[in-house]
């Protein structure tokens, strides 16, 4: 009889800790914790990013619409005024570069051509003379929008169109800090490549650039 009476004693702490549940929701909360902060900086980041997207979009959109309407004598202005509208992106990551272009038809083809070039940082990727048919990224053509103007007697076309193209860095900001000891990168590249019509009768000339030539050049 003492031995069970003994055994009750020893088992009765067991027992009460068995049935406790004092501190169980807050064990549950130190364990949902983290998913719970994973979904909320997710979130946050997700939406941050969509508006980077957005202001760098709008960013091309502004720099090819200053441009085209008329012969800028200095790029600069129109970067800078495009640096206002793409906050609160950090637009010294931003990499543009505008390039007029000109529309020809050779052997029963269309061609889209650089006739001149800008860039927010002094030198680009596009060249003079690169065609824009070729080019993957902008969707292996040019907009059949711009293929309508033609000139009777030439093999030009005759038409003109503005090209920007941007970059620029995202990097997450609440990730970035989180992550900051263990050396993980997490910054993204976004792009944006736009074709905007100009909006003058008179041909878009860049500075230091020249204007289309009436024939595709060889």
């Not at 406790?20 to 929701?25: H, K, L, S, T, Y």
């Not at 807050?26 to 957005?54: D, H, T």
């Not at 860039?119 to 060249?127: D, L, P, Q, Y």
Request: proline share 5%; glycine share 6%.
């Amino acid at each position: 009889m003492t031995r069970i009476v003994r055994i009750r004693r020893i088992l009765r702490p067991c027992t009460a800790l068995a049935r406790a549940r004092g501190g169980a929701i807050a064990v549950e909360f130190a364990l949902l914790l983290p998913f719970m902060l994973a979904i909320y900086i997710g979130l946050a980041e997700v939406g941050r990013g969509i508006q980077a997207k957005r202001s760098l979009a709008q960013y091309a959109r502004t720099i090819a619409d200053l441009t085209g309407r008329g012969s800028p004598p200095d790029m600069r202005p129109i970067y800078e005024a495009a640096n206002l509208v793409a906050r609160p992106f950090d637009s010294a990551s931003i990499v543009a570069q505008i390039s007029t272009i000109g529309v020809y038809k050779k052997d029963n083809a269309y061609v889209a051509m650089v006739c001149a070039t800008s860039s927010n940082k002094g030198t680009g990727t596009r060249k003079v003379k690169d065609i824009i048919a070729a080019d993957k990224s902008h969707g292996n053509t040019f907009p059949d929008t711009f293929k309508e103007k033609f000139i009777s007697g030439t093999a030009a076309l005759q038409n003109r169109y503005i090209l920007a193209e941007v970059s620029g860095d995202f990097t997450p900001m609440l990730a970035t800090t989180l992550l900051r000891f263990t050396g993980v990168s997490l910054t993204s590249k976004f792009q944006e490549v736009i074709a905007w019509p100009q909006r003058t009768e008179d041909e878009v000339i860049l500075p230091q650039g020249a204007a289309c030539q009436a024939e595709i050049p060889t």
